[in-house]
């Protein structure tokens, strides 16, 4: 692999496992037994780095987050949707965790995350219409917009409303994120057809993630002595 | 009003306007006409403004965000707690805008948050069953769980997905907050008995307000020249 691609893929690895702002282009570099100024023919600064992985995953959501042409959609492009996007989560999840803090050091890359929320809005709504086109759901296009709106709030603040509510230093598991897919489908699954509601519960059924994997229950009943 | 008050209402103040991370305590101090000297006489850093600030919206939230005993619930009890919801994130945006952030730099804040997440999600779950216990909704216990955190989540996100979606140096505005709550109910709108069908569309006909007060349409119709 080329320095190049293995600086990104090192980056992505450190900043996932410990956190974007505990990680320096030093470590980086000295993770993979490069010198600094190695790293730094590639990549000027962290920024670099990051907008690169922006890129990246920004692309892999564009490609997949798109409503298929000249047919009609089923539950089994739900499924992949749903697969799709839970690997995004996982494969990026420091974006997730440190969005804000990102964006607030990088308005270029704040610029392009707008375009890209745009993007990945309208793109949601018309897969949602998609749904309702096809009998899948009952929507009208203002619920789809609804939809589409509080899926994406859902799916990029899911990360950090675990790290807020989960016991202190608690990892980010793939339990967890499946949990934040089940919320996902929970939006829509009321407007559901009844021909197609044995389906989803199917579905759901396979996310199903007790909320205590978050949250572990506190008042458990006092063991008798 | 004594300083400590007017030091508190003053930081709430600033900070909700130019955002806690542009305001200093000797902006705070300037602001008043007191010396930095009698400001840290009441309040040891900046931490300590902030949290009795949160103490304060969490009290807030804590009064009323708590299922009625003694009675069923109404209609009238849903549009007073959305009503209050608003009211506490205009009242309190600064923290919602930079919640990461702020509970980031003080581990005893962040424990006081999980603390508080908690609760919200425990009082909003029962809130939610009595509104199912009352004939309003027409859900199960899991589905008041889903409802009550992805409620949290849309409110908690709200304000800091209007700021990186909205164009760079937007205001929030209050309307932009009415769109937030129109989201929360439209979460809980499907699952609406038919005899309450009307009183909710009424509800919702008062928050009306379209996406396009956040992302401006972009692709509007070219004009004929």
Redesign the interface.
Known sequence: MKTRDRIIEASLELFNEQGERNVTTNHIAAHLGISPGNLYYHFRNKHEIISELFERYAAQVEGFLQRPTGRGMTMDDKAFYLEALLQGMWQYRFIHRD???I??SD?AL??R??QF??TA?SSAQQIYQGFADAGILRITPA?A??LA??G???L???V??VA??SE?GQAITPAMLRRGV??LV??ES??VSDAYRAELDQLLARLDVP?AVI?PK?NSEPEMA
Chains 1, 2 share one sequence.
């Open positions: 969005l804000e803090q964006l607030e308005s704040a610029t995350y707008r929320a745009r809005l619920i917009e609804t709106i509080n994406l709030i859902m990029t603040a899911w950090r409303f807020t509510v202190p089940l919320q929970q939006l009321p407007w909320f949250v506190i």
